[in-house]
């Protein structure tokens, strides 16, 4: 899939489906609202270009338009913006600087495009790409990739400072005055501290002679009963009284709680997702393959009436020197298991080749099924065939 991406700025990007215009940050909000209404309905840049040029030539600023259809580029540019083109022979720049109107590009094959706003305007430093899709951004470059591995247009952005001119600018942390580390105590463990006991309470013997003196005889030598012994604790137990007692009318209950033996039912069949259906395509004479997952419209500058989002039709651009293709000359679409051709009332018609049959022309209006590998002839030798779904 083709994503453009773009850098930020202080232009607008225009981004749709096969096209890209940039225009200067002075451009009136109808304008623009103009040019992204015309190249979201057609590649075709004519109508952006009339949309641009409504107000004549004096006040018309520069501008840049650029199409993309089966990998040839069509620009139109005003001004000293740029257009920078990759192809087999390497990348070539193109403006407008010196051109009262405006510059028409074309070049058949390219392999990467990017528009770019003026050199001076260029921004400095390092930048950053994003992505862009169906979209109007503030930006200051949009680069379109047609082919995977293509090289790129030359960096946009200034370049950046060498070594040599930051190391005069680079501090190391010698030449800061930083304070000195402050020097550690070692910590060293504590002696143990000698445990002081309190010293045990001195006998008293003297009151108990007294009183031993104050005493009968008799009675001295008698000792003095101590207070009497607690009574025995019994131990607690917690074993039943009655054994291992099951009462009868607990058994139903048990049983219920029990969990049942009864295995785990079999998994039956897992469902087996569908296969989803393949989409037919539709190869041009150029080599293009059009899958039809949704209306094709064929045609010199094929256009679309205003429809809802989900059923807005792809639109294939064909070149036609001798204008026998008309703007919009047919359509191809798919309808259940059929793939139907349109003759959209065409000015010279189509010619229909299916094999094993003679040819035959298309009535205009008319839908006609196509088999696999039929051959529908537009003119001006552009054909298309329906692939084989094999």
Known sequence: MIIPMYVSGDWYAVVTDGAVALLPPTISETKLTQVWDALRESADLTHSLTALARGG????PPFALVSVVDGHVRGFLRGDVRLLITDSHGTQEHTAEHVATWAEI???DAAA??????AALSPTGRTVRMPALAAVVAASSVEVRLRDGAIAAPSLVAPRATADDTAAETTTYSDLDLPAPVARRALQPEPARAVVQAPAPAPHPAPVRALEAALPAGLASR???????????KPETDEDPYGSTVLSTSLVEIRRQMPSWQEDPVPGPFAIPPVPARVPRIRMSSGLSVPLDRAVLIGRAPVVSRVAARDLPRLVTV???NQDISRTHAQVRVDGEDVLVTDLNSTNGMLLVEPGLPPRRLRSGEPTPLRAHAVVDLGDDVTFTLESDS
């Open 57 to 60: 030539l004096v006040g018309l």
């Open 223 to 233: 000792p003095v009963p101590g207070p009497p012994p607690p009574p025995p604790v």
């Open 319 to 321: 070149v036609s020197p």
């Open 106 to 108: 074309n070049v058949p």
């Open 113 to 118: 495009l990017t528009v770019a706003v003026p």
